[in-house]
């Protein structure tokens, strides 16, 4: 199973709580995503659910932000049994 999450940080998130909440996530294990700069993907085991995956996401981007001082950012997430393409 994989996790997409694609994020847009707030206009005034600054270079460095920038990079600290990209560290964050991929210190929990995230990828990006080709070229796409916000767009980063993980691996899950077969057996995990759709909504354990979006919990744990979910968890890991608020750890991210509290990380990084960052409390304003919006994001969508995709659950698939699919790695993602990049083009």
């Known amino acids: 199973m994989y996790a997409m999450i694609s994020l847009t940080l707030n ?3 600054t270079t ?6 990209e560290a ?5 294990g995230w990828m990006k995503l080709g070229k796409v700069t916000t767009t980063w993907f993980t691996r899950y085991k077969e057996t995990a659910t759709e909504p354990k995956i979006i ?5 890991d981007v608020g750890a991210a932000g509290k990380y ?3 409390t304003a950012y919006d ?3 995709n659950v698939s049994k699919s790695e993602p393409s990049s083009f």
């Open 55 to 59: 919990a744990e996401v979910k968890l």
């Open 11 to 13: 206009n005034e998130t």
């Open 16 to 21: 460095l709580e920038k990079e600290k909440f």
């Open 68 to 70: 990084s001082g960052i």
């Open 24 to 28: 964050h996530l991929r210190d929990s």
């Open 75 to 77: 994001a969508v997430v």
